[in-house]
């Protein structure tokens, strides 16, 4: 790239030159959630990705966002800025061993979190985001045997929400992981008063301390229409852009890991992505998603029940 490009305008003029949408995730940096055409939770942007009809779409987010984005628009061009741009909960799930416990549960029907590979949701039968997982269950007879996975923690939160018993896949999210409970509690004696939102995907040690627990646009409406002017945030810090520019007379403070600061639980497959890697994803229409047709239409049918029973 030649020095003293102006990167936000050749952004935009790409974007025309191609007819691309820009599709951003919360846990995107502010610069690049500033662009996007639509910034949302994993189930709005797949929705967004389903509906488009722009001929390209620039995914500024994680490769099994960007993959679900093909899935469900076979005839665009996808383009995630960095290839690598992964995630522990999918890394946490290999098909050949998911098909594996499939096969020693046949009577058991699979959920599958939407973080996950396309051949895991090949191997499903329905797929749930944090925002749609309580609806899609509460659809499902009490007496339906369910495997869930790969997120242990999303799963433990619905067994206990909903009283559903279920057989959960052992995996985690590296960066809901990293909260520190004692550090929570140590911020929260400072402000007694200031609600606490977590993700689901944070373990029961943090959802447990909540007040309002969801996804990302869930915790976003939350900390617009929460009586109080402090709110605490256990989820990718990054979010706290969106608030700011919602509801800038409010604080919000970032929960901490460990350390006591929020800067660890940055996703470092989310980082992976910069405004560099994305003008050169719409300069040059790579890296681009592609993806096996018969890999497409298994791990479509899960997401198409998904996206019926959320509707
Ligand atoms: P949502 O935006 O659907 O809440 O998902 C959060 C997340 O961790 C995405 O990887
Ligand atoms: Fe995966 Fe966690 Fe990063 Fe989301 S925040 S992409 S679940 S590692």
């Known amino acids: 790239i030649p020095q003293g490009t102006d990167l936000r305008a050749e952004i935009e003029r790409l974007r025309k ?3 691309a949408v820009i599709l951003g995730h919360y846990y995107q940096s502010p610069e690049i959630q500033d662009l996007s055409d639509f910034v949302g939770d994993s189930l709005e942007l797949s929705r967004k990705a389903a509906e488009t009809d722009a001929d390209v779409i620039a995914f500024c987010g994680v490769r099994f966002m960007a993959e679900t984005a093909k899935i469900l628009s076979p005839d665009k061009i996808v383009v995630l800025p960095d290839m690598d741009a992964g995630c522990s909960l999918e890394d946490s799930c290999p098909p050949a061993q998911f098909k594996a416990f499939r096969e020693a549960h046949p009577d058991h029907i699979a959920l599958s979190y939407i973080n996950c590979s396309a ?41 206990r929400k909903l009283g559903r018993d279920m057989l959960l896949w052992p995996g ?12 929570l509690l140590k911020l929260k004696v400072q402000h007694p008063d200031a609600p ?9 040690y943090i959802v447990d301390h909540a007040d309002y627990v969801g996804s990302t646009s869930g915790i976003l409406d939350f900390a617009k229409t929460m009586p109080g002017d402090t709110l605490i945030v256990a989820t990718e810090p990054h979010i706290i852009h969106q608030m700011e520019k919602a509801v800038p007379e409010k604080t919000f403070i970032g929960a901490p890991g460990a350390d006591g600061n929020c800067n660890c639980n940055i996703c ?19 890296p681009r998603i592609e993806m096996d047709e018969t890999l497409r239409l298994g791990a479509k049918k899960s997401l198409d029940r998904m996206l019926e029973m959320a509707s």
């Open 268 to 286: 470092p497959y989310m980082a992976l992505n910069t405004m560099e890697k994305l003008y050169l994803a719409l300069r040059d229409l790579q």
């Open 119 to 159: 051949e895991v949701k090949a191997l499903s039968d329905i797929i749930v985001t944090s925002s749609s997982a309580e609806k899609i269950l509460s659809q499902i007879p009490k007496d339906q045997k369910i495997i869930f996975g790969p997120d242990k923690h999303l799963g433990g939160y619905l067994k």
């Open 196 to 204: 606490i939102a977590a993700h689901p995907e944070c373990p029961p």
């Open 172 to 183: 985690v999210c590296i960066v809901h992981e990293a909260f520190s409970e004692t550090e």
């Open 17 to 19: 030159e191609r007819n």
